[in-house]
């Protein structure tokens, strides 16, 4: 109820250009060429682009709490990403989530698998703070950052989500502490890459 009042006070436009209509409209969204896949010990990643332009503003405004960007995120990787087994999303910290109202990776993961009607579940638990305000050599040395859910049995097979890839600790603490429980962590997706991980153009 309360999101159709607030999409009735303050309908939707697009985050980099203003015009009515989805947060990132066709004009401003990123292109499949902009795609980017690249591997991460092993394990193959698909983006939909460069942390830059359109896509990052989206992304900042997100982070800052606005809710119109999940869909459109959802939309664009549901059409482009190649997904296989069930759809398990990196969560941000409870403080982070807090102070935006919601959690944008388990957000958008519940929005891609309603629509590729795929299997989606919370395995995973942030066990430290974010990594927001961290330096290279601090983000790649910080590990243990995901625990399994208690009582959560974790899925044979997974596709991980996450917003954004910088160094990709985030990404491999979460691939080691799915492998440690026994889960084949198959691919991941993120909406935009910064790294300087390895890439080659296309679709995985």
């Known amino acids: 109820m309360l999101d159709f009042v607030r999409t009735w006070l303050f309908p939707p436009c697009c985050v980099s250009c203003d015009a009515p209509g989805p947060a990132l409209c066709a004009l401003c969204a990123p292109s499949p060429r902009e795609a980017q896949t690249f591997v991460l010990d092993g394990v193959p990643g698909f983006a939909l682009g460069p942390y830059a332009g359109a896509l990052r503003r989206a992304i900042v405004a997100m982070k800052h709490g606005e809710r119109d960007p ?25 403080g982070r989530a807090a102070e935006r109202g919601f959690d944008q990776s388990v957000e958008i993961a519940r929005r891609i698998a309603l629509r590729r009607s795929i299997p989606f579940a919370q395995v995973l638990r942030k066990h430290r703070g974010p990594q927001e305000g961290l330096n290279r050599r601090e983000r790649l040395a910080s590990v243990d950052r995901f625990r399994i859910r208690n009582g959560v049995a974790p899925p044979a097979t997974v596709t991980l989500l996450d917003d954004v890839c910088t160094t990709g600790a985030t990404l491999r603490d979460a691939i080691r502490a799915l492998s440690e429980a026994g889960t084949r962590v198959q691919r991941f997706v993120v909406l935009a890459r910064t790294s300087a991980v390895p890439t080659r153009s296309g679709r995985p």
Do not use: H, I, N, Y
């Not at 990787?77 to 999303?89: N, Y």
């Open 70 to 94: 999940l869909d459109a995120f959802a939309g664009l990787l549901a059409e482009r990403a190649m997904l296989e087994g069930t759809l398990v999303p990196l969560p941000t910290s409870r």
